[in-house]
């Protein structure tokens, strides 16, 4: 993994869209079944869209009914970093981009063989490089 990104919330609220600064920077999650990669099947890696640290590769990448993109498991154990989230009134586990600490979603026990987990992620978190193409890090 690339070294950690900081930025200002000013920073961040500049770099990204307000949907994206909502989701990625103050936990929001989008509506079930609004995202542009529900449903989608195409090559590739899913990376942050703050940072564009690789998180998902879209092998990993399965239907799971809830209206959120979902995956089985990270490129790798440092793409990601979890968190207790007892917002709601309930404890789940937040999952975060281990680069810019944005918020992508949740991860739940609920998930396919092989791992039995289901990372329930944010379309507007991630953007999808198509195989074949570089990944671009943000570095400033």
């Not at 542009?36 to 998902?56: D, H, I, Q, S, W």
């Not at 970093?81 to 739940?108: K, P, Q």
Request: hydrophobic content about 30%; glycine content about 10%.
């Amino acid at each position: 993994m690339a070294d950690k990104l900081i930025f200002s919330d000013e920073e961040w609220r500049r770099r990204l869209t307000p949907e994206e600064y909502q989701v990625l920077r103050r936990h929001g999650t989008e509506r079930a079944h609004t995202g542009c990669f529900v449903g989608t099947k195409e090559p590739g890696t899913y990376t942050c869209a703050a940072c564009g640290n690789p998180l998902f590769k879209a092998g990993t990448k399965f239907e799971s009914g809830t209206g959120w993109p979902s995956f089985t498991q990270p490129v790798s154990a440092d793409a990601v970093t979890e968190v207790e989230d007892s917002s709601y009134g309930m404890t789940r586990t937040e999952v975060r981009c281990a680069r810019c600490d944005g918020h992508l979603g949740h991860v739940f026990p609920d998930g396919p063989p092989p791992t039995g987990l289901r990372y329930c992620m944010n379309s507007v978190s991630m953007k999808h490089v198509p195989e074949g193409q570089s990944l671009q890090l943000v570095t400033h």
